[in-house]
């Protein structure tokens, strides 16, 4: 293999012989040494100078290639030798070659008004009126072979015999022209030892326009060769044409090759971490593989460089640059990032709850949570949880977070529960009497009394309180006892009892005229009542209640009492259980 990249260029020399043979030299190493490059480069190969002929084993046709993938790149330079034709451009006129055409004999049109017939002239028009005017390949102002070509094909137009090399690669070449503004062109064709070389070939449609046409032929064994252009078409008309400038050289070739290999860049695979800026413990690690050697940017805030992977500390998100050799040379980058999590903050809040009560336990700010001590918990994760503790407990909550931690805690103060309660202690419950309450609360700083009578006390005390009560109904008392979030309700129920009231006649007339005919007490607000009514005898005339009822002043065997005043007693109790009794007269007249 080639070890260096560069392009020689040397030259070859062509010695033409004495017997019109020539000697080739050719070069060597022109394209440089082997080239190794990495993905994405490329190198730069050129065709040495003054070598115009040349072939590039990728097809492309510039002077200089550039290659960037593996290949083997073979030029080929082709050097031709001294011409060996003789008089290939007609200035020596019609001699040194052969022709089935015969020179133009005149007619019409000129010289060469027939078929098959040419002329060696400087111009066209020169020997036929309907041909143009043009110049010759040469030098403008010389001869060239002028044609008017036949319908035969395989006519031999021009032929020269030629002495050649064995085994050597000669250019047969030519220019030619249309003398016609027309659309049938000649076809034309090289002809070797009466061997078709290469395909037919025509001229442009529009005249006095020289091209070049040109086959390589292999002399093989041949020592000698009949090089010959031929006629191939088969019209009689418009395909009349021009040549100048008929070539035989020698073609000396110059090979050389250059292999160009291509190397892959390393494939870089970074493992990026992550610390927490909260934990002085924490180290990020960085692994990076794919090639044979690192190097690593920012090495000032690296704690531990092992080639393929560091240990590092930043106080903030941090980008490592790495380039990576392999064994080829190549290289390549990547970064790669050291994400640092910012401390989280929990939000919580202390609470309170009731003896023998529980409550919902709420955090937030992390993505984990454990919770301690759990026995008074419904659960030890979580975000919300639900505990019931019997005295003040204090819990310790671990929130994670993105794989950092953090502490928090909740106090959760128990209160033990208030007791209210309450007494009345007035045995008087008549309308418009001042009515006292006993507050008998335990456990408790504060009170909320609710008179039931429109009247209401916020008390911080548990002093005794007093309330009026104007209507006869039954009236509903309610006393809140609290402490802290805690409370307690003690209602108390009793009624408003009117006032008892008998109302005594001191005169009674039952003589059925319809005017205070009955005796009535009318007694209210009694549960109970009894009257017993004596005569001045003591003799019992009746015995009831007479609340319902009246007495008519007739006996218990239905006599009518005597005029005279009579005694009578009574007992009773009130709405409110008081016990009433007392005596009095009255007057029975008929």
Not at 376 to 389: H, K, M, R
Not at 489 to 501: A, G, M, Q
Request: glycine share 6%.
């Amino acid at each position: 293999m080639k070890k260096k990249n560069f392009i020689f260029i040397l030259f070859f020399v062509f010695l033409f012989n004495q017997n019109g043979q020539t000697q080739c030299n050719p070069i060597s190493n022109f394209l440089g040494n082997d080239v190794s490059l990495c993905q994405g480069e490329e190198v730069v190969l050129n065709v040495p100078i003054n070598y115009p002929n040349f072939i590039w084993s990728t097809g492309e046709i510039n002077q200089t290639i550039t290659i960037n993938q593996t290949t083997e790149v073979i030029l080929t330079l082709s050097e031709l030798s001294g011409d060996l034709v003789v008089n290939g451009d007609f200035e020596q006129g019609d001699v040194g070659f052969v022709s089935q055409y015969v020179l133009g004999t005149g007619g019409t049109w000129g010289l060469l008004s027939n078929e098959g017939q040419y002329s060696i002239s400087t111009s066209p028009s020169n020997v036929h009126n309907n041909f143009l005017f043009c110049q010759d390949h040469t030098s403008g102002t010389g001869n060239s072979f002028i044609a008017n070509g036949s319908g035969v094909p395989q006519t031999k137009v021009w032929c020269q015999t030629i002495n050649v090399d064995p085994n050597s690669t000669y250019q047969f070449s030519t220019w030619a022209m249309n003398v016609l503004n027309a659309p049938e062109i000649s076809d034309l064709q090289f002809l070797i030892n009466d061997i078709q070389v290469g395909n037919i070939f025509s001229t442009s449609v529009s005249g006095c326009q020289w091209q070049q046409f040109y086959e390589e032929w292999d002399s093989g064994l041949n020592v000698s060769a009949e090089i010959c252009i031929v006629n191939q078409n088969t019209l009689q008309s418009g395909n009349d044409f021009a040549l100048d400038d008929i070539s035989f050289k020698k073609v000396c070739h110059s090979i050389d090759t250059v292999q160009v290999t291509v190397h892959p860049l390393p494939i870089l695979t970074v493992v990026n971490d992550s610390i927490c800026q909260n934990d002085p413990n924490d180290i990020a690690l960085v692994q990076v593989s794919g090639a044979s050697s690192y190097l690593w940017s920012n090495p000032s805030s690296i704690i531990s460089d092992l080639g393929d992977s560091i240990l590092v500390k930043p106080n903030q998100t941090t980008t490592y640059n790495v380039t990576g050799v392999n064994e080829f040379g190549c290289s390549s980058s990547i970064s790669a990032e050291v994400f640092v999590k910012t401390p989280f903050s929990m939000l919580t809040q202390n609470d309170s709850i009731c003896e023998n009560s529980a409550t919902t336990l709420i955090v937030s700010g992390a993505d984990n949570f454990v919770w301690s001590p759990s026995n008074s918990l419904s659960s030890n994760n979580g975000d919300t949880v639900t505990a019931n503790p019997t005295t003040t407990q204090v819990y310790t909550i671990i929130g994670e977070k993105d794989g950092c931690y953090d502490t928090s805690f909740v106090s959760l103060k128990v209160i033990k529960n208030p007791i209210a309660n309450a007494q009345l202690l007035t045995n008087d419950l008549t309308i418009n009497q001042s009515l006292l309450f006993q507050n008998l609360s335990q456990n408790a700083s504060t009170f909320d009394w609710n008179f039931g009578n429109g009247e209401t006390l916020n008390q911080v005390d548990n002093s005794n309180q007093e309330a009026i009560y104007s209507d006869f109904t039954t009236y509903e008392v309610s006393l809140i006892a609290y402490e802290s979030i805690c409370s307690d309700t003690f209602k108390l129920s009793f009624e408003i009892i009117p006032n008892i009231s008998i109302e005594f006649p001191n005169v009674f007339t039952p003589n059925d005229d319809s005017y205070n005919s009955f005796f009535s007490l009318n007694p209210k607000n009694f549960k109970s009542f009894e009257i017993n009514i004596f005569n001045r005898w003591g003799n019992l005339m009746y015995q009831g209640d007479l609340t319902n009822e009246k007495w008519n002043g007739k006996t218990k065997d239905e006599k009518i009492a005597q005029d005279g005043i009579y005694y009578y007693t009574y007992e009773g109790m009130g709405l409110n259980d008081e016990q009433q009794s007392g005596q009095g007269f009255f007057h029975l007249i008929k």
